[in-house]
């Protein structure tokens, strides 16, 4: 595997723009060019309502331990939003390499970037605990596999909790590892435990996928700290990470991280905020970060950031929907 730089995880995903509806030619007929027309209107309405549409509280997740929505964030805290005149114009994306001639350049770059995107995009994550302990909570064989339940405890007074299962192949190691919040009902980490991969589960997801969401209980943990729910479960891949650091049946050098959707948002969040995850492979999760929002035109194409912060207002930090054209 070979480490992925935080600049290619954040921008190297191919831009869609889409393309303007050609005119309509000499051989259309009128009552052709009018349905056009009319569907266009349509589309326009669809868009302008859901414009309009106040953010709803999140069904699966919690903003922070105070506001339901956006509006009421908005209104608790006074946060304005910024001046969009004072901005640079750039029609393209700014070379994030810009300046940057060695490795400590790319040290001081990296840790721009990341306060930026803290800042626009996820919320400010906590560092990293010094008093992680893990508790083995039962450890059973499944077929060849052996599977182990872990409890991890953190943070202030060890309230913190994350769960994790591994599932560890009879193959002598060390191991490759690889790291996603999708439980075994899909065959994520089965797959890669049959190639030889030690799988390990965490539990920071939604929990339409099966098990609890220990992250949420981060929000008062952390009261200080304003870290959305994707970066709430990416900040739980590196507790996971912590704790595999202790195993000696974990090659270090191979750490990979994947989910789908909402996953893989997080997982290329986790990667690129960890240095110890050296590989992420992130399905379908073509929002802000990898698709960049400012060429993101066709709501019907894929994920605007006024789709994803009125229908998941959790997801992202609250900062982020001032770019929304209807909270300006």
């Given amino acids: 595997m070979k480490r992925r730089t ?11 723009v889409s393309a303007a509806s050609p005119p309509p030619t000499l051989g259309q007929s009128l009552d052709q060019k009018r349905d056009d027309a009319d569907r266009e209107q349509l589309d326009a309405l669809d868009l302008l309502l859901h414009v309009l549409t106040p953010s709803r509280s999140p069904t699966t997740g919690r903003i922070n331990a105070f506001d339901r929505t956006w509006e009421e964030w908005q209104k608790r ?16 994306l700014p070379n994030v390499m810009n ?29 990293a605990p010094d008093n992680i302990r893990a508790v083995i909570t039962a ?9 182990r339940d872990v409890r991890l405890e953190f943070g202030p007074e060890h309230r913190g909790i994350l769960h994790l299962q591994l599932l560890i192949p009879p193959v002598s190691g060390p191991l490759p590892v690889f790291l996603t919040n999708h439980n075994r009902a899909r065959p994520w ?23 609890p969401d220990d992250s949420d209980g981060y929000i008062e943990l952390y009261p200080e700290y304003d ?24 090659d270090r050098r191979y750490i990979a991280i994947s989910g789908h959707s909402r996953n893989a948002k997080q997982a290329v969040i986790a990667a690129a ?8 492979v992130p399905s379908s999760g073509n929002t802000g970060e990898a698709n960049p929002w400012r060429y993101t035109t066709d709501p019907y194409v894929t994920e ?21 054209w209807s909270r300006r």
């Fill in 6 to 16: 935080f600049c290619s995880e954040l921008t190297g995903a191919a831009l869609l």
């Fill in 77 to 92: 805290t006074g946060e304005l939003p910024p001046k969009f005149s004072a901005f640079p114009s750039q029609p393209l």
């Fill in 99 to 127: 300046g940057v001639r060695n490795s400590a350049d790319w040290t001081q770059r990296k840790a721009e970037i990341r306060t930026q995107v803290e800042h626009w995009m996820i919320g400010r994550m906590p560092r």
């Fill in 139 to 147: 450890e059973r064989r499944e077929g060849h596999i052996n599977v």
């Fill in 189 to 211: 980490a089965a797959t890669a435990v049959a190639r030889g991969y030690l799988g390990v589960i965490y539990f920071a997801a939604d929990p339409v996928y099966g098990f």
């Fill in 227 to 250: 870290f959305s729910c994707i970066a709430r479960w990416a900040w739980a891949a590196s507790r996971a990470v912590d704790y595999l650091y202790t195993l000696p049946q974990v």
């Fill in 273 to 280: 905020f960890d240095g110890r995850i050296t590989a992420v």
């Fill in 304 to 324: 605007s950031i006024e789709q994803i912060t009125t229908a998941f207002p959790h997801w992202f930090s609250s900062t982020s929907s001032f770019f929304c």
